[in-house]
């Protein structure tokens, strides 16, 4: 059974890099593509953008400019930063894995809440 | 304004039958890209409820099916049950966006 827990700090300052990381746990991280999606409170889901095991990337086209998205296969992490935050960046991120062959996201980790105020 | 447009919220009684819509476009639904629905329950994280339009992941009751045709989806709830009531999320791919999109949510009320 697959596991993923978000980890990083709740609260980033405007203008700032908000940067989260999401470890893997009970299964392989290398033969998969992860994801990052955000929900700002009250509102609906947003796909960031994923990762393929081997490093290559897609992004939301709205995002694309602030985004990156890394992975470090060695230590079944993977990574999300987002740069020059507003307070429309609030939200609570969800680390997902997409599942193999279609375009789903199948294992979800419980999400953590970022709060960008001064 | 979400790329799929789901309504805000629909509702029923206990043991009825409901249906939430997942209308698209030509670029994502209608390329014939699959749908797939997930249910949030209020404080959790969304999970997913249906898989390729109209598969079940093993646990997810068979009252939950999904259906899609042409540039639109659908979820059903037959036998409605208090702890249905959650936000119900459809989700797709889009060929213009070259990514993955979400519809804006539907609240399930269980009256």
């Known amino acids: 059974q697959v596991q993923l827990q978000e980890s990083g700090p709740g609260l980033v300052k405007p203008s700032e890099t908000l940067s989260l990381t999401c470890t893997v746990s009970?299964?392989?991280?290398?033969?998969?593509?992860w994801s990052w999606i955000r929900q700002p409170p009250g509102k609906g889901l947003e796909w960031i953008g994923y990762i393929y095991y081997s490093g290559s990337t897609n992004y939301n086209p709205s995002l694309k400019s602030r985004v990156t998205i890394s992975v470090d296969t060695s230590k079944k992490q993977f990574s999300l930063r987002l740069s020059s935050v507003t307070a429309a960046d609030t939200a609570v991120y969800y680390c997902?894995?997409?599942?193999?062959?279609?375009?789903?996201?199948?294992?979800w980790g419980q999400g953590t809440l970022v709060t960008v105020s001064s | 304004q979400s790329v799929l447009t789901q309504p805000p919220s629909v509702s029923g009684a206990p043991g009825q039958r409901v249906t939430i819509s997942c209308s698209g476009s030509s670029s994502n639904i209608g390329a014939a890209y699959d749908v797939h629905w997930y249910q949030q329950l209020p404080g959790t994280a969304p999970k997913l409820l249906i898989y390729?339009?109209?598969n079940r992941p093993s646990g997810v009751p068979d009252r939950f099916s999904g259906s899609k045709s042409g540039t639109s989806a659908s979820l059903a709830i037959t036998g409605l049950q208090a702890e249905d009531e959650a936000d119900y999320y459809c989700?797709?791919?889009?060929?213009?966006?070259?990514?993955?999109?979400f519809g804006g949510g539907t609240k399930l009320t269980v009256l």
């Open positions: 009970g299964g392989s991280i290398s033969s998969d593509y």
């Open positions: 989700q797709s791919y889009d060929s213009s966006l070259s990514g993955v999109v």
């Open positions: 997902a894995r997409l599942a193999p062959v279609t375009t789903n996201f199948d294992y």
């Open positions: 390729d339009n109209s």
